[in-house]
Each structure stands twice: as structure tokens, then as C-alpha cells.
């Protein structure tokens, strides 16, 4: 009965290759997310879709393609794999502006 | 632009003691401002919240954060500190007047509670 959850928890890949992340949710919520945090703990948002719908896209690299096929699924493909790509990725999801959001447990991308 | 910062990396307390970890934010019109608190490797859980009404809001074990429009604040509390409570603290901010539901995160805190 998790509420986000994402796979794989886990992801050792060499560079150049393409990879996916997998997040679900299954709060009925219209609004998703994925964010980024570095070896210094840093957050910072990626993308937003609100009901499958882009709304926010920050200064990310072309490489990173976000696809929402329902409201339920974010999921977050990156092409071209690099050193710099190496991160925690949070996926999260919320009903409205005023509501927090929920964060699934993370994916630790490790890029060798 | 909006942001929020989070001046102290690390903040250090005995058990039993009081703790505060401080949040400043920067933004337009009236923010909505929760904190959240991450384990090692966990996800971000939330723990309290303000959107409007009394400025001092009780969020999840036993932490409370007071809104300070004028200083621009948001500062976690604690009246005893537990050791269980060492981990890392984020304040984040939305600004509804953006039309965007975007968190933006301060940079973190760590709290380290000393038996």
C-alpha cells in the first residue's frame, strides 16, 4: 500500500547507455513531479505534470524525457547516460498548492 | 525569484534540549511553507505545514514551526530533542501567486541530537 513508489531503487549503468525510472502513485493525485538531488543534498525540480500534462520544465538536458501515460505514472527516461547524471532522483506527487507533497523512497543512479 | 535558505548546515543538541532549526524565505505574496525531514537513504517525509491562519503550526512528532511574516520566517522547534530526531531538515516554499506548484527547497540542514 505504498503511497509513490518508485523502481529501481538501485541503477549502476555505464555511460552512453539510456535508462529508465519508473514512479507510481496510487493517492489519486493530479499532480506529479521528479526532482534531483545531488551528493550535496540538493533539490531541485526536474519536471512537473499536472493530469498528464507537462507544467513544469526546469533547465534540464534534452536527454532527460519525462512521460506521463495516466495521471497515476511519471516515469523518467534518460538517453546518453553521463557522470554527471550520477544522483538520487525523487519522484512525488500532490493534490493541490496548498497539500504537501508525497515522495517516494528514491532512485540512486550510480553512472560508471 | 523566490528561494528559501536554510543558514545553518549543521545544528548540534544535547537530548532533552530545546531545538531550533531556521528557514528564511524569499518571495511574493503569500507562500505556502512546509518542512520536511529525510533519513539516510530515505525519501523526504513531511512534517508540518503553514498555508494561512495561526502562525505557529504543530506538524509531526512533537515538531511545530512558527510563520514570522515581518522576518520572513519559518523556523522548525522542538521543545526536547531526541536522539532519533538526528537527520537532515528541508524547508520549502510554493508561491500560488506564480500560478505554479513548484516546491522549492532550501539547501538542508542537518541535525545531529548527542545523547
Known amino acids: 500500500d505504498t503511497a509513490v513508489s518508485q523502481t529501481p531503487k538501485y541503477l549502476v549503468t555505464q555511460m552512453g ?96 | 525569484a523566490q528561494s528559501v535558505a536554510q543558514p545553518e548546515d549543521q545544528v548540534n543538541v544535547a537530548e532533552g534540549n530545546p531545538l531550533t532549526v531556521k528557514c528564511t524565505y524569499s518571495v511574493s505574496g503569500n507562500p505556502y511553507l512546509f518542512w520536511y525531514v529525510q533519513y539516510p537513504n530515505r525519501g523526504l517525509q513531511f512534517l508540518l505545514k503553514y498555508i494561512t491562519g495561526d502562525n505557529l503550526v504543530k506538524g509531526s512528532y512533537g515538531f511545530e514551526a512558527e510563520f514570522n511574516k515581518s522576518q520572513t520566517s519559518f523556523h ?30 532550501g539547501t538542508g540542514t542537518r541535525l545531529q541530537v548527542f545523547p
Not at chain 2, 80 to 100: E, G, K, M, Q
Request: hydrophobic share 35%.
Open chain 1, 17 to 112: 547507455n539510456d535508462k529508465s525510472i519508473k514512479c507510481e502513485q496510487n493517492l489519486g493525485h493530479d499532480t506529479m513531479y521528479w526532482y534531483k538531488q545531488d551528493s550535496k543534498k540538493f533539490l531541485k525540480i526536474m519536471f512537473s505534470y499536472n493530469n498528464k500534462e507537462l507544467i513544469i520544465n526546469e533547465t534540464v538536458p534534452n536527454r532527460f524525457s519525462p512521460k506521463s501515460p495516466d495521471k497515476a505514472h511519471l516515469n523518467l527516461h534518460i538517453n546518453s547516460l553521463e557522470l554527471g547524471d550520477s544522483a538520487v532522483y525523487f519522484c512525488a506527487s500532490s493534490q493541490e498548492r496548498e497539500a504537501e507533497a508525497f515522495f517516494g523512497q528514491g532512485t540512486r543512479l550510480t553512472v560508471v
Open chain 2, 76 to 105: 522548525l522547534k522542538k521543545p526536547s530533542a531526541l536522539v532519533s530526531d538526528s537527520a537532515l531538515y528541508f524547508c520549502a516554499v510554493r508561491a500560488p501567486r506564480y500560478n505554479t506548484d513548484k516546491l522549492i527547497f
